[in-house]
């Protein structure tokens, strides 16, 4: 069954400068930023419809998430040591 949704991973950090920079990995380009992460998925939601109309509009193909496998890793510190 199709989904009639469109689903996108986003990633929201802090900023140097403060606040916090989101973008969507899958959208080249599609970055934006905000005082708090609240501001910041707002912000990434509205860019998010605003690109995908104009690939839509411009018959251009919506990419999709294929198997994308997100994971953090941990380092430790005796990893790193240079012997």
């Known amino acids: 069954m199709k989904s009639n949704n469109y689903t ?4 929201i950090e802090p900023s140097e400068d403060g606040g916090y ?8 380009g599609l ?3 905000g005082d708090d992460i609240e501001k910041v ?9 605003c ?7 411009d ?17 430790s510190f005796q990893e790193l040591a240079l012997t």
């Open 21 to 28: 920079h989101g973008f969507v990995p899958l959208l080249k």
């Open 8 to 11: 996108f991973r986003v990633i």
């Open 51 to 57: 690109h995908l109309r104009g690939l839509l509009k």
């Open 41 to 49: 998925r707002q912000n990434l939601k509205e860019a998010t419809i």
């Open 59 to 75: 018959s251009e193909p919506v990419p999709q998430e294929e198997n994308a496998l997100e994971m953090v890793q941990s380092i």
């Open 31 to 33: 970055h934006t930023q």
